[in-house]
Nanobody, 123 residues
């Protein structure tokens, strides 16, 4: 079992920045990759970014590439999402996920999820 807890969400103005953090605990040794997804009201859970645990390979959604940066700290067992130049369309609940298998850009591939943290970007 893996427990994930997100933090760092909040209200920011367009063009501002936020840094989200996801702390993992439990049986994390089987984790292959971790990722960030977001879900806005009335929309499906959307892929944002993913990072492999061993070699820190990263992949981003086109909508955030160049603005967001995902990173991981193996010693602290955390994954961060640095979000810069935020836009109102970035407003959503952001979820951290962990997967022990492939398909890291698909929400259905993730085995564990955090409770989510709200990010609101005002225009």
């Amino acid at each position: 079992q893996v427990q994930l807890v997100e933090s760092g969400g909040g209200l920011v103005q367009a063009g501002g920045s936020l840094r989200l953090s996801c702390a993992a605990s439990g049986r994390t040794f089987s984790t292959f990759a971790m990722g960030w997804f977001r879900q806005a009201p009335g929309k499906e859970r959307e892929f944002v970014a993913t990072i492999t645990w061993s070699n820190a390979f990263t992949y981003y959604a086109n909508s955030v590439k160049g603005r967001f940066t995902i990173s991981r700290d193996k010693d602290k067992n955390t994954v961060a999402l640095q979000m810069n130049r935020l836009k109102p369309e970035d407003t959503a609940v952001y979820y951290c996920g962990a997967t022990g298998r492939g398909g890291a850009t698909r929400a259905s591939a993730y085995d564990y999820w955090g409770q989510g943290t709200q990010v609101t970007v005002s225009s």
